[in-house]
């Protein structure tokens, strides 16, 4: 038996996260994403910080220490902001956009 995202009402990840770009406020799988996405840079960072230590040249040690310390501080932000303003549910998020089916049911009964 196949599985649809109209029979159970779920939205694939890929989905909800283009949803969390483009509606207001921050759902779930957009803030997974975004959180994996810092843990890869944090992970590249961390690599170019050690060829710079390998190399010896303190001004390229430098610049990339002041791109961790950004990457650090923007992380340390957006979670504070998250923490303060919560996650938005992707069933919110697709009623705010008018994409939801439920919309759909709700405004024809309104019309009879």
Do not use: Y
């Amino acid at each position: 038996m196949e599985h649809t995202e109209s029979d159970s009402g779920d939205v694939s990840s890929a989905k909800a996260v283009l949803l969390g770009a483009l509606a207001p406020g921050v759902n779930g799988p957009t803030w997974i994403t975004l959180k994996s996405s810092f843990l890869l840079l944090g992970l590249c960072l961390a690599v170019m910080l050690g060829l710079a230590f390998s190399s010896s040249d303190s001004s390229l040690m430098l610049h990339v220490a002041f791109l961790v310390l950004i990457c650090v501080v923007l992380f340390l932000l957006l979670s504070w902001f998250l923490a303060e303003t919560g996650l938005v549910s992707v069933e919110h998020q697709m009623r705010e956009m008018g994409l939801a089916q439920n919309d759909h049911l709700e405004t024809s009964r309104k019309n009879k």
